[in-house]
């Protein structure tokens, strides 16, 4: 009587086991690498998102605190006894223009504290002063002295700038002017030392996040509501 043949026993070789890791590393660096490219994709947009709110904070404060520019007409006739000066001087710059105002923009963050809602304001570039780039700066002074150009402090609105321009619209003549000045001597420009512009053009350039050599542009207007210097006494402009 014959015994029946034993079936060999089931398993795998160790061929089919490399063969298997093989596959299995290669399905895992594949979804490894999907995942990673998804959250340098991620990153990269919010980091794209998060300039594009502080540039667009930038354009919509400077927007807001042109607009509340103004100048004084009353001016005492004595020199010596001259304390303020109001303003708006808009400089045109080769690498940069710089704006200085006195506007009523001025917001007190300290209860009983000595100031108004008036304040000196200075929009310029200007470098770094640790790193290697341009900076849009502003000044700001929150009582206005005899000088409407100088003094106060001076913080950092945006970093990495390549430019900024301003653009003044005369309502007398219509037409865009580079130059805007309200100080004494300097009214030639405008014809009239106590007119502000009825509009102001912001243009802002910005480097390209990923492509060297290329720049993003940036702009908006800010009207001028209060355009004549103001005069309690007769107000005729």
């Known amino acids: 009587m014959t015994r029946p043949r034993e ?13 298997s890791i093989a596959i299995l590393s290669m399905v895992s660096a594949a979804v490894w690498g999907g995942f990673s490219q998804t959250a340098r994709n991620k990153q990269r947009v919010e980091e794209d998102l998060e300039r594009q709110h502080v540039i667009q904070a930038a354009l919509t404060r400077m927007a807001r ?16 006894l001259e304390v ?21 923009g001025h917001r007190r963050l300290y209860r009983d504290a000595h100031e108004s809602d ?12 640790e790193e290697d780039m341009l900076v849009l700066a502003r000044r700001e002074q929150n009582r206005i002295d005899d000088n409407c150009r100088r003094g106060g402090r001076v913080e950092i609105l945006l970093e990495d700038v390549e430019g900024l321009d301003f653009e003044y619209l005369n309502s007398s003549t219509g037409e865009w002017q580079l130059e805007w000045s309200t100080v004494e001597g300097e009214a030639s420009v405008t014809g009239q030392p106590n007119l502000l512009p009825a509009q ?20 908006t207007r800010a009207a001028v509501p209060m355009r004549f210097g103001l005069n309690h006494a007769i107000y005729n402009p």
């Open 7 to 19: 079936s060999p026993k089931a398993g795998i070789t160790l061929i089919e086991t490399m063969v």
């Open 65 to 80: 605190e042109i607009s509340m520019a103004y100048v004084s007409a009353q001016v005492n006739p004595s020199p010596s």
């Open 84 to 104: 303020t000066e109001t303003c708006f001087v808009g400089d045109d710059g080769s690498r940069g223009d710089r704006l200085d105002f006195t506007s009523f």
């Open 118 to 129: 008036q304040n000196e304001v200075s929009y310029f570039v200007t470098r770094h002063p």
């Open 200 to 219: 102001v053009k912001i243009t802002l350039e910005v480097p390209h996040p990923r492509r060297r050599g290329r720049t993003l542009t940036y702009a």
